[in-house]
């Protein structure tokens, strides 16, 4: 599922996304907004007229940074886990502004982009935030 999710997110292909979101049941959790498609979401987050941010790229490298397993779940990036260490702030040093990170790191929270695959490998999210 990673592996498709990252062709799907790198060719900006948000049906394939969209598909894959749902494709083992309910959809994956993408937003604490209102209840979308997350490819909707997505595009226009990507698409704003005025703040465009980059989702896509942002979705690859969250995933190709280290994981942790909780419950039944495969998590990234491993700063979200509790207890995260220094290292696992430091992956994050291509994606966010160094003083984001300290203040991440001195909060001891991470509020980016998390992503969490089913053993399974059923997506279950796509969320940044609280």
């Known amino acids: 599922m990673r592996e498709r999710i990252i ?11 969209a598909k894959l979101a749902d494709e083992k049941g309910q959809s994956v959790r993408f937003s604490f907004g209102p209840d979308e498609d997350p490819a909707v979401y997505w595009r226009s987050v990507e698409e704003h007229e005025t703040t465009p941010q980059p989702v896509m790229a942002l979705l ?3 995933l190709n940074l280290p994981f942790y397993e909780q419950d039944n779940l495969i998590l990234w990036p491993t700063a979200f886990r509790e207890g995260a260490t ?23 929270t991470y509020l980016g982009l998390r992503v969490g695959i089913s053993l399974e490998g059923d997506w279950q999210l796509a969320v940044a935030g609280d």
């Not at 799907?8 to 996304?17: E, N």
């Not at 430091?90 to 300290?102: N, S, V």
């Open 86 to 108: 220094d290292a696992d702030f430091r992956a994050l040093k291509d994606l966010y502004p160094p003083g984001e990170l300290q203040a991440m790191r001195k909060e001891k």
């Open 7 to 17: 062709a799907a997110a790198v060719a900006c292909d948000y049906a394939a996304l």
């Open 60 to 62: 690859v490298q969250v």
